[in-house]
């Protein structure tokens, strides 16, 4: 096993600098997410020497990740190399690799072939999907955290129109062109939205043989009323636009079981050619390895300066953390929280190294924005709530704004203006495989209906 040091460097100038750096505290900084990244930038002008450890070589902004996954966005529009993001900060090195655990007390970070020392050590290792437990079916409903998993999300989407069409073209159409996403929160209102937006407006004049307008974009959410974090009026309003836009919302809809191809509901199946999963979050399994309390949902349980229990200096922060606010209230899991406790938890290590006390963590909640579609969002500035078109413009803008790099916004602007405009939606490639398992089964089942019903005969085109 290797202990990593700064690279060394030839001249005296450098040398200098060099050692200098080599006795400057050492920061080690898991995950270049929203909170990793902001905490790194924050420090990088401070004596500290930063190790950025990710397990991916590029940073993702994940609100747009709904934009991949239906084909509005390419993933390079929403990512960035890490190494590129912080490249003006002589000392940031970037490591890429799997954090696998910790030894507090020898300080010590490890990954699989690899320890890293560090004097001050920033865990911000994020969330991912959760599925109550029954792991089995991720493969059958895939959520969305990743390019990777907007990538499959958008290979399944357009493959199902184009299996539907292919079927219709033979005279064979009984098969239910449904999509079923699961969880009323942001990120499955979006789904919804856009993809109701997709086959209604987006590939209207493109297919001959489906008639899309039947296709079914269901929105399943177990609680009383989607948006639960956002108020009752705007969760309402939220309800109303997607309707408009062609969504069956569901609301008090518990999925009981997810099958591969449809979800029950207690006695009541669905079926559905793509099946998307947007309910519940669990942190990053490596909370679990600081040894320290989490709560039920994997979540660290942190100190009022977000460090952990007999060890100020290890920190945790972003959607990997636990805190209330000051009114008991538990912190939601969203970017701005996240990109505030690196900052702060940035601060509190200078004022460490300067001799000053730490300063409990305090959000500022600035508002929140949900897009359900073309000119249809909803936003809650305090007691200012707003709905439609003034609410997509406010998201519109500050999505652009907190992109990474200016070719991104630039590029971003630029499509999201071409869309309104023509509907088109550019990065409609199917990519990787091309058979979708769910349709090979809705097609056995529509088989054994029909066959019951008629004689068996053999697909035609129809001329
Ligand atoms: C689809 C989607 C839409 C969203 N929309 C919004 C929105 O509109 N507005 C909003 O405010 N918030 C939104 N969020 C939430 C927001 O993205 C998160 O709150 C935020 O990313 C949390 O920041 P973080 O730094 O804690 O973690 P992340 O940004 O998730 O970063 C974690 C990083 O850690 C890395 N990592 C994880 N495990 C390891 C390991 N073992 N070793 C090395 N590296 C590791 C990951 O690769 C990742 O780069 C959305 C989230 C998703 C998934």
């Known amino acids: 096993m290797v202990e990593t040091q700064l690279v060394c460097s030839q001249d005296g100038e450098q040398k200098l600098a060099q050692m200098q750096s080599e006795n400057a505290p050492r920061v080690v900084i898991v995950g270049a997410g929203f909170g990793g990244l902001r905490a790194a930038r924050a420090l990088a002008r401070h004596p500290v020497q930063i190790t950025l450890i990710d397990r991916k070589n590029h940073h993702t902004f994940q609100p747009l990740l709904y934009q991949v996954a239906t084909a509005g966005l390419s993933p390079v529009e929403i990512a960035a190399p890490i190494r590129w993001i912080v490249r003006g900060s002589r000392n940031i090195e970037v490591l890429l690799g799997e954090v696998q655990g910790f030894d507090l007390d020898r300080r010590v970070v490890r990954l699989a072939d690899l320890s890293v020392r560090y004097d001050y050590l920033i865990v911000a290792a994020g969330a991912s999907h959760a599925y109550f437990g029954h792991d089995d079916w991720e493969a059958l409903a895939p959520g969305l955290k990743t390019i990777e998993d907007a990538l499959e999300i958008r290979r ?40 109701a937006e997709i086959s209604r407006r987006v590939l209207a004049n493109e297919f001959r043989s489906i008639d899309l307008k039947r296709t079914r974009i269901i929105l399943l959410e177990g609680g009383p009323r989607i948006l639960p974090s956002y108020s009752e009026d705007l969760s309402r309003s939220a309800e109303e636009q997607l309707r408009q836009l062609g969504v069956e919302v569901r609301t008090s ?75 008991g209230k538990m ?16 601060d509190n ?62 590029i971003v602007l630029i499509q999201w203006a071409w869309s309104y405009l023509t509907y088109e939606r550019g990065a409609r490639l199917i990519t990787g495989d091309s058979s979708l398992p769910s349709w090979t089964e809705l097609s056995r089942e529509s088989d054994g209906s029909a066959q019951a019903a008629s004689p068996p005969h053999d697909p035609v085109l129809k001329s």
């Open 331 to 346: 912190l939601p899991g969203v970017a701005p929280v996240a990109m505030q406790q690196g900052a702060a938890t940035a």
């Open 156 to 195: 399944r989407v357009l493959l199902a129109f184009e299996l539907a069409e292919r079927q219709a073209a033979s005279g064979e159409g009984r098969v239910p062109l449904n999509f079923l996403i699961v969880g009323g929160g942001p990120t499955g209102v979006e789904l919804a939205g856009t993809l």
């Open 349 to 410: 290590i200078v004022r460490d190294l300067g001799g000053e006390p730490r300063r409990s963590f305090h959000y500022r909640d600035k508002g929140s924005l949900a897009t359900i579609g073309r000119a249809a969002a909803v936003a809650q500035f305090g007691a200012f709530h707003i709905s439609g078109y003034l609410a997509w413009l406010a998201w519109l803008f500050v999505h652009i704004f907190f992109l990474i790099g200016f070719r991104n916004r630039m």
């Open 253 to 327: 809809a518990m999925v009981t079981n997810v099958e591969p191809a449809a979800v029950q509901m207690g006695g009541t199946r669905l079926p559905a050619a793509v099946i998307l999963w947007a309910a519940g979050v669990a942190a990053s399994p490596l909370g679990k390895k600081l040894g320290t309390p989490v709560d039920r949902a994997g979540r660290v349980l942190v100190n009022p300066d977000l460090s952990i229990a007999g060890h100020p200096e290890v920190f945790v922060i972003g959607d990997l953390a636990a805190l209330k606010d000051e009114s």
